[in-house]
């Protein structure tokens, strides 16, 4: 069976410092990769998908970055963390090439930059 | 106007109630998807329905494509049913063009 894990749980980081979220999928290959924000009392915000290793596309410009290096690992980043940056993040995927694929989530990473 | 709205936002029930939560988009779409983020966060996808009607368990999503509005109904509510649910319209057939709705927050009570 398909199983997504991300880490880590929850996260407290200060203004300035990097970020590295990481995400890995088993039980399936070549699968679409999402990385997901929610802020407080607001809704899911796409913020990065993969189609494929090194590919990353971006929907919103934004303080952060993504990166495939592998088929089931999905990496959420940052050079320097902003404020605005704190929130639940969660990594997601779906099966290519099936018609409005149900997307599959992960636990979530609750940031609070300080 | 947001693309999608949910209605009610917030929702409060005795165990044993019926509930019905309503979400209504602008956009012409290609399926609607159901989730359910539980207390700690994490989501679970629901439904994904295109037309008509979709059943799993106590769980009954409807949608009506021409009035661009679906409901989830729960039926026989129990306090594990506690949770945000969220509605997100796709708009074309990759799922990676969903518009989600802000949610509506769930509490049943014993």
């Known amino acids: 069976s398909q199983t997504i894990h991300q880490w880590p749980a929850t996260l407290v980081q200060p203004v300035g410092s990097p970020l590295s979220l990481e995400c890995t999928v088993e039980?399936?290959?070549?699968?679409?990769l999402y990385w997901y924000r929610q802020a407080a009392g607001r809704g899911l915000q796409l913020l990065f998908y993969?189609?494929?290793?090194?590919?990353i596309s971006s929907e919103v410009p934004q303080n952060l970055s993504a990166s495939r290096p592998q088929d089931r690992q999905f990496i959420l980043s940052s050079k320097k963390l902003l404020l605005s940056d704190s929130g639940f993040y969660l990594c997601?995927?779906?099966?290519?090439?099936?018609?409005?694929?149900?997307?599959?989530f992960g636990n979530g990473t609750r940031l609070t930059v300080t | 106007k947001n693309e999608v709205e949910q209605s009610p936002q917030n929702l409060t029930a005795q165990e044993g109630e019926f509930i019905t939560i309503n979400c209504s988009y602008s956009v012409g779409i290609s399926a609607l998807h159901w989730l359910q983020q539980h207390p700690g966060g994490g989501i679970v996808s629901l439904f994904m329905l295109s037309s008509g009607k979709k059943k799993h368990g106590r769980l009954i999503a409807t949608i009506n494509i021409q009035e661009k509005h679906s409901s989830l109904h729960i039926t026989a509510s129990h306090p594990r049913d506690s949770a945000v649910y969220i509605c997100?319209?796709?708009?074309?057939?990759?799922?990676?063009?969903?518009?989600f709705g802000t949610g509506t927050r769930l509490q049943v009570f014993p």
């Open positions: 039980g399936t290959s070549n699968p679409n």
């Open positions: 997601a995927w779906s099966v290519k090439g099936t018609d409005n694929s149900p997307l599959h």
């Open positions: 997100a319209a796709a708009e074309s057939y990759n799922t990676d063009k969903l518009i």
């Open positions: 993969s189609v494929g290793i090194g590919q």
